[in-house]
Every structure is written in structure tokens, then in C-alpha cells.
């Protein structure tokens, strides 16, 4: 489903190995100050929770990397330099933002970087003015009386998109696709087999990225270099299967609240899904006419706040008896991306040795 995760993560990596970052291997619990140099906010964090952060902080202020973090001559970040003054403040920042928190919150995440900045790398001060009154909502709260179950909308999805009958029958998926992005065209290309094996391949000018799990296990591969897949990252690469389109019942431990709402211009529910991951929040928004999923909207929680991203699906089409998208816009922290799903194959043989080791 979370054709963002994979885009994201291969992003990542293929940009840091073209200014000179490499794999390393570090155990799941090492501090950050054992992969990263001059750590100061986040010394005995567990590394893997560093880069979600700084995603956290992208997003709340609306700016790249380059804002608080000096480059050289050849344009390769120099991550441990302080001679930027902005990233002094977003130390002072976080700490100011912590301290709110446990001081009022009982440490817990009600403050973030985007409670003032609202995608402003300034924080905005002045309230709005012109705007018509907005209804109250009450914090948490449960279903309209009025609303339909959470459940009954997730059958109506099945029903849409083929029935359940159609749906049980679909045990792999092979598709390529093709990204537009702000930096160019990729092609992708993806192979899943139930229950949650699945393998993932983005061409890059620079080179291939292969991702893959096995059933146990995932790794990841750029040029000659590779490393094992963990935490959030592995739960985003297991979400990122294709089958997840069909075997939505599946691919959540349940569904809560309900609410209604509109997505351009068209009315909508929303439903809180409990994704089987920790560290995750979603959101389905399922067309009130058609039944099918029109949004998936996803919270990262990091050290720094959620980092929201959403998939809007459009352009359904049978396959094999079963409907699915073929247009998905991604839009996350560091822009929006079009794919285009190209050819799809369903239950097509596809051998176990295609989930190993890359």
C-alpha cells in the first residue's frame, strides 16, 4: 500500500551514497552517538530514530536539509559541523519543546515543531483574521450514531473492488510502474506473494535499489553495498506490497471512529485503522458513493512529532477480476511524486528465491 515508503527510503540512501554515505551496520538498540558524530539532543536514542526526526523537523518547518546543514565544495553535507546557526536553534528548539511537554503533558507529544512553525521555518505569531467560525471538535470522541461501522465501509470497499470471493483468490502480485518526481522519471518494479513476502526494485540514473523481505527477514541493497531492514523501516517495506490494495481486512489488526468528511470535493469517510506496526497512525478515506479507497493518510511518530505523508488512488481498473488503482499521488515532506502502474500481473508464479538476500 505504502508506495511512499519504499520511494522515501530509496531516496535516502541513493542520494547519501552519491555524497559519500555507505551502509553501516548497527545493532537495533546502538545509541545514536555510535553512528553519528557529534550528537548532542539525542545521545542514547537508538540511532534508527535520528533520521525520523529529522524528517519531523523538514516537515514542521517546511525546509530541506541544506537549512540547518553546512555542504562542501562538492556539495557533500558535512553533518557534524555546527557553523550554521539555525541548527544551534533547533537544539534549543527541541529542548524548549521537551521541556513543554514534560512539564504539562506528562512527557507526552502534545507540543511539537509544528504546533508554531505550520511548515514556516519562522514561527507564525499573528492569528488568522476573515475566517467563518469553526465547530468545535471533541478530542477522541466515538461514532455518530448516523455513521455507518467502520467495518460495514471496509466490506463495502471489497465489494467494490470485486467481492470477496475475487479477493481470496489473489495470492501474488508483479507490477511495474513508473514515478514522476520533482528531480525526474524512475521506473519500479515489484513482485509479492502471500502472506507478506515481497520485493521491491527502483532503477536510479545512478543505479539499481533492490529491497526485499522473505517472510522473516529484510535487506537492502544500493550498488555494492547492503544492509538488513529493521523496526519501522521493515513494517513500511511489509506494508509496501501491492496485495495490501486487495487484502485490506488484512493488513490492519482492526478499524475504530468513523467520520465524515470531503476530499476533493467529493464526500468521504474516514476511518481510523490500527496498523499492526508501532510508531504508526492511519487513515482510510473511503468514497460515500463508490465505496472505494480514495486516501491513505499515515502518521510517523519520531522523537520530534508525526511526520504525516498521504496516497490518493484514482483510475481503478479490473485485473484479473479484482479493481485496482493505477494512478497513486504520493505526497510526503520532501515533495509529491506520480506513479503510474504500467502492467500488472496476478497470481503469476513467482519462485521464493525471488525474496532472498539481495
Known amino acids: 500500500?505504502?508506495?511512499?515508503?519504499?520511494?522515501?527510503?530509496?531516496?535516502?540512501?541513493?542520494?547519501?551514497?552519491?555524497?559519500?554515505?555507505?551502509?553501516?551496520?548497527?545493532?537495533?538498540?546502538?545509541?545514536?552517538?555510535?553512528?553519528?558524530?557529534?550528537?548532542?539532543?539525542?545521545?542514547?536514542?537508538?540511532?534508527?530514530?535520528?533520521?525520523?526526526?529529522?524528517?519531523?523537523?523538514?516537515?514542521?518547518?517546511?525546509?530541506?536539509?541544506?537549512?540547518?546543514?553546512?555542504?562542501?565544495?562538492?556539495?557533500?553535507?558535512?553533518?557534524?559541523?555546527?557553523?550554521?546557526?539555525?541548527?544551534?536553534?533547533?537544539?534549543?528548539?527541541?529542548?524548549?519543546?521537551?521541556?513543554?511537554?514534560?512539564?504539562?503533558?506528562?512527557?507526552?507529544?502534545?507540543?511539537t515543531c509544528a504546533t508554531c512553525h505550520q511548515g514556516n521555518s519562522s514561527p507564525n505569531r499573528i492569528p488568522p483574521i476573515g475566517q467563518p467560525p469553526r465547530e468545535a471538535r471533541r478530542p477522541g470522541g466515538g461514532n455518530d450514531a448516523n455513521m455507518p461501522t467502520a467495518d460495514s465501509l471496509v466490506d463495502k470497499y471489497v465489494a467494490a473492488i470485486g467481492g470477496q470471493a475475487a479477493v481470496d483468490k489473489v495470492t501474488s502480485m508483479h507490477i511495474k510502474s513508473e514515478a514522476t518526481a520533482e528531480f525526474g522519471h524512475l521506473t519500479l518494479e515489484t513482485f509479492a506473494k502471500s502472506p507478506d513476502k515481497v520485493t521491491n526494485y527502483v532503477q536510479f540514473?545512478?543505479?539499481?535499489?533492490?529491497?526485499?523481505?522473505?517472510?522473516?527477514?529484510?535487506?537492502?541493497?544500493?550498488?555494492?553495498?547492503?544492509?538488513?531492514?529493521?523496526?519501522?523501516?521493515?513494517?513500511?517495506?511489509?506494508?509496501?506490497?501491492?496485495?495490501?490494495?486487495?487484502?485490506?481486512?488484512?493488513?490492519?489488526?482492526?478499524?475504530?471512529?468513523?467520520?465524515?468528511?470531503?476530499?476533493?470535493?467529493?464526500?468521504?469517510?474516514?476511518?481510523?485503522?490500527?496498523?499492526?506496526?508501532?510508531g504508526l497512525r492511519v487513515r482510510l478515506y473511503f468514497d460515500a458513493t463508490t465505496g472505494l479507497l480514495s486516501r491513505v493518510w499515515t502518521g510517523q511518530q519520531t522523537l520530534a512529532g508525526l511526520v504525516p505523508a498521504t496516497e490518493d488512488y484514482s483510475d481503478y481498473q479490473e485485473v484479473n477480476g479484482v479493481k485496482i488503482p493505477h494512478t497513486i499521488v504520493d505526497t510526503g515532506t520532501d515533495g509529491v511524486r506520480t506513479f503510474k502502474l504500467l502492467e500488472i500481473k496476478i497470481n503469476e508464479d513467482i519462485p521464493d528465491s525471488k525474496f532472498a538476500k539481495p
Open 205 to 278: 540514473p545512478q543505479g539499481l535499489f533492490t529491497q526485499t523481505y522473505d517472510g522473516k527477514e529484510g535487506w537492502q541493497k544500493f550498488g555494492n553495498d547492503s544492509e538488513q531492514v529493521q523496526g519501522l523501516d521493515l513494517a513500511n517495506l511489509i506494508d509496501s506490497s501491492p496485495l495490501m490494495y486487495v487484502h485490506v481486512k488484512e493488513g490492519y489488526s482492526g478499524f475504530r471512529r468513523v467520520r465524515k468528511d470531503t476530499l476533493d470535493g467529493k464526500d468521504v469517510y474516514v476511518v481510523d485503522a490500527q496498523p499492526k506496526a508501532e
Open 1 to 111: 500500500m505504502k508506495a511512499r515508503a519504499l520511494f522515501n527510503v530509496a531516496c535516502v540512501l541513493v542520494f547519501s551514497t552519491a555524497v559519500g554515505f555507505r551502509f553501516q551496520q548497527t545493532a537495533p538498540q546502538d545509541p545514536a552517538e555510535k553512528h553519528y558524530k557529534n550528537i548532542q539532543i539525542f545521545n542514547g536514542v537508538e540511532a534508527k530514530e535520528v533520521r525520523p526526526a529529522m524528517d519531523a523537523f523538514s516537515s514542521a518547518l517546511g525546509v530541506r536539509c541544506s537549512f540547518c546543514h553546512t555542504q562542501d565544495a562538492k556539495g557533500e553535507f558535512q553533518w557534524a559541523s555546527d557553523d550554521k546557526e539555525e541548527k544551534k536553534t533547533a537544539r534549543e528548539m527541541y529542548r524548549m519543546m521537551k521541556k513543554i511537554n514534560d512539564d504539562n503533558f506528562d512527557g507526552r507529544m502534545e507540543v
